[in-house]
C-alpha cells in the first residue's frame, strides 16, 4: 500500500503484557472478550494511507501489506499512544468526583477503572483513598505495547466509495449523509440531522475538508443543510383544520335539534311578531 490509497481494513489489537483485547472490528472477537457495545460499528474500516487516522506504528505496517494479506505487527508506547506522563495524574475531592452528572441521581458511585469527564478531559479514576480521588488523564492505553493482526480487505477505486469512506473515517452514521458530483471538481454534500446540535461535527467537518481536497482534488465543497417541515406538525395543522370545519357545523346541527323539539326557528318568530303587530293595529 502507498500513502494516499483508499482501503479497508479489519483487524484485532491486543495489549502484548497482559493479552487484553484493546480493540476489534469484528463483532463475535468483542463479544468474546466482554468488549461489544452495541452503539458500535463493527466490521472493516475504510481509512485513506497516511491521513493519520490510524496510530503510526500501524500506518508504517500499511507499507508491506497486500490486499488479502494477514500480518501481524508488535507496535512500542512511541509508535502507539504514547509514554505516560506523571503530570497527567491530577487528585479531586470526593465532593467535586460527586457533583458531575453521572453520580448525581446516586445510581452509581465513583470506581477504580471507571471513565469519567471533568473540566472538559476525560480520564480514568486509578484510586480512590481518604475521601478523594486520582484521576489518571492519560490515554488509556499509553505506555502499552501493542500487538496488531490486521489485513487489508479491499482496495477502494469508486469515486463514491471513496466519498464515503472520507466521511466515516471523521464521523460516525457516514450512511445518513448524501452528497452529489457536480462538476469534476464540485460536491454537494446534504447533512443528516444528527449533526445539527452535534458540537464534535465542528472539528469533523474541517478535517473532512481538508481531507477531500486534499484526496480527491475537490475544490468546490457545499455542505448543505436541509429543514423540512415535520410530518406530524402537518398531521396537527391538517387536525386543526377538521376540528375548525367541525364547529363551524355545530350551529346548524343545534337548530336542527331545536326543529325536532318543536322550537321555532329564529325566522318564524320574527314572522310571528309581525303578524301580531298588524293585529293590533286593525283592532286600533
Known amino acids: 500500500m502507498k500513502e494516499g490509497d483508499f482501503i479497508k481494513i479489519e483487524y484485532d489489537a491486543f495489549v502484548k503484557e497482559t493479552d487484553q483485547l484493546m480493540d476489534t472490528t469484528h463483532e463475535e472477537v468483542a463479544k468474546e472478550h466482554d468488549l461489544y457495545n452495541e452503539r458500535a460499528t463493527y466490521g472493516p474500516m475504510s481509512v485513506v494511507v497516511g491521513s493519520g ?3 503510526k506504528g500501524l500506518e508504517e505496517a500499511l507499507k508491506d501489506a497486500e490486499v488479502g494479506k494477514e500480518i501481524e505487527v508488535e507496535i512500542p508506547p512511541k509508535d502507539a499512544f504514547g509514554d505516560r506522563d506523571p503530570k497527567l495524574i491530577e487528585v479531586f475531592p470526593m465532593n467535586r468526583i460527586l457533583s458531575l452528572p453521572e453520580f448525581r441521581k446516586g445510581d452509581q458511585y465513583p470506581a477504580e477503572g471507571m471513565e469519567i469527564r ?13 475521601g478523594r480521588v486520582r484521576v489518571d488523564f492519560n490515554n488509556r492505553w499509553a505506555g502499552r505495547t501493542l500487538v496488531y493482526k490486521f489485513k487489508v480487505t479491499e482496495l ?3 469515486r463514491d466509495d471513496r466519498m464515503r469512506a472520507l466521511i466515516s473515517s471523521v464521523y460516525p452514521h457516514s450512511e445518513e449523509f448524501s452528497f452529489e458530483f457536480g462538476d469534476e471538481d464540485a460536491v454537494d454534500i446534504i447533512l443528516p440531522d444528527i449533526v445539527k446540535l452535534d ?5 469533523a467537518k474541517f478535517k473532512l475538508i481538508s481531507d477531500l481536497r486534499k484526496y480527491m482534488d475537490l475544490r468546490t465543497i457545499r455542505l448543505i443543510e436541509v429543514y423540512m417541515k415535520r410530518e406530524e406538525e402537518e398531521e396537527h395543522d391538517h387536525g386543526s383544520e377538521h376540528s ?16 325536532k323539539k318543536g322550537e321555532e ?5 320574527e314572522a310571528s311578531t309581525d303578524g301580531e303587530e ?3 293595529e286593525k283592532k286600533e
Request: proline letters at 4%; zero cysteines.
Open 53 to 55: 487516522t490510524l496510530i
Open 118 to 130: 471533568i473540566n472538559n478531559r476525560t480520564g480514568v479514576i486509578s484510586r480512590i483513598f481518604a
Open 156 to 158: 477502494i477505486e469508486d
Open 199 to 203: 458540537t464534535n461535527w465542528a472539528m
Open 244 to 259: 375548525h370545519e367541525h364547529d363551524d357545523k355545530a350551529p346548524a346541527e343545534k337548530g336542527s335539534e331545536g326543529e
Open 265 to 269: 326557528p329564529s325566522e318564524n318568530k
Open 278 to 280: 298588524k293585529a293590533d
